[in-house]
């Protein structure tokens, strides 16, 4: 019998984070709870062999190439499917865990059969008292996305939807509902999982008593340049996912204001970009 938690690592040349994630999960959680899966997603800094040496009792998969986020996992959330895992738990690893969070978010959706998913507050690294991101949710009329940034209550929430950096996916709704959609490569990949799972009369459920923390962006940066340090790929896929995105699920009455909210910012980004001379991001 498996353990009932596939806690699902995505690696790409970030091995010291991928380390210190696990570190922190090994001395938090309960390893009865949990089995580590780590992902590699084609890393060329030797990150896979690093691990490897440094972790040897962990399951590895050598995805050989750049799946991108959703592809990547989807991988390892197939492994955890084929292997009768109870649930995948989802994360970034440039994270850390608070204590007992595995077995928090699995107990909670022991007890809540109608949950698909289960996300915790999750926390600035470098700044523990700051909420990076808690439920998420969506506006019809303007398209926007977004996550709540303030605490509210310690009480669940039901969320439009939860982020990729922390999700904990109860394993047969996956079977009934499908993975992340590869297409969405990086970015958005969680949004679009989450109104399927919705869709598909299942709740998502935000646990803001259980916390982690979360530095943001560690694949994303690139050594400093004249085009900033976040990887212009991030602008390209974040504004073409959003699209995918609300062509899926939008309401189409709105579009003519989802244009209107939108244009003066797109038309202020490129303007920044065409003044800083950032042509990779324009």
Not at 33 to 51: E, P, W
Not at 258 to 275: D, G, I, V
Request: charge should be positive.
């Amino acid at each position: 019998m498996p353990k009932p938690v596939a806690l699902i690592l995505l690696n790409w040349n970030t091995p010291e984070y991928t380390a210190s994630c696990i570190t922190s999960v090994q001395q938090n959680c309960d390893a009865a709870d949990y089995d580590l899966i780590i992902a590699d997603n084609g890393s060329t800094d030797g990150s896979l062999g690093k691990l490897r040496t440094q972790f040897p009792d962990l399951i590895f998969i050598d995805n050989q190439t750049n799946l991108g986020y959703a592809g990547g996992n989807n991988t390892a959330l197939q492994y955890a499917l084929d292997h009768g895992y109870t649930y995948s738990l989802v994360m970034n690893n440039d994270t850390t865990v608070g204590p007992g969070m595995i077995r928090g978010l699995m107990n909670h959706l022991d007890q809540h059969p109608r949950a698909a998913a289960a996300q915790p507050a999750i926390y600035w690294m470098h700044e523990p008292e700051k909420l990076w991101n808690a439920e998420g949710r969506f506006q019809q009329i303007t398209g926007k996305v977004y996550a709540v940034k303030k605490p509210t209550t310690k009480e669940m929430i039901l969320a439009e939807w939860l982020t990729g950096c922390c999700i904990l996916l109860r394993n047969t709704v996956l079977k009934e509902c499908g993975l992340f959609n590869s297409r969405f490569f990086l970015y958005y990949e969680d949004v679009e999982l989450s109104f399927r799972l919705r869709a598909a009369g299942y709740e998502l459920h935000y646990l803001p008593n259980l916390s982690m923390y979360h530095e943001a962006g560690a694949s994303g940066k690139v050594s400093a340049q004249k085009e900033g340090t976040l990887n212009p790929v991030i602008h390209y896929y974040v504004s073409r996912n959003h699209l995918w995105f609300l062509r899926k699920y939008g309401n189409p009455l709105f579009y003519p204001v989802m244009f209107l909210f939108y244009t003066p910012y797109y038309t202020a980004l490129l303007t920044y970009f065409l003044l800083r001379g950032r042509k990779k991001r324009l």
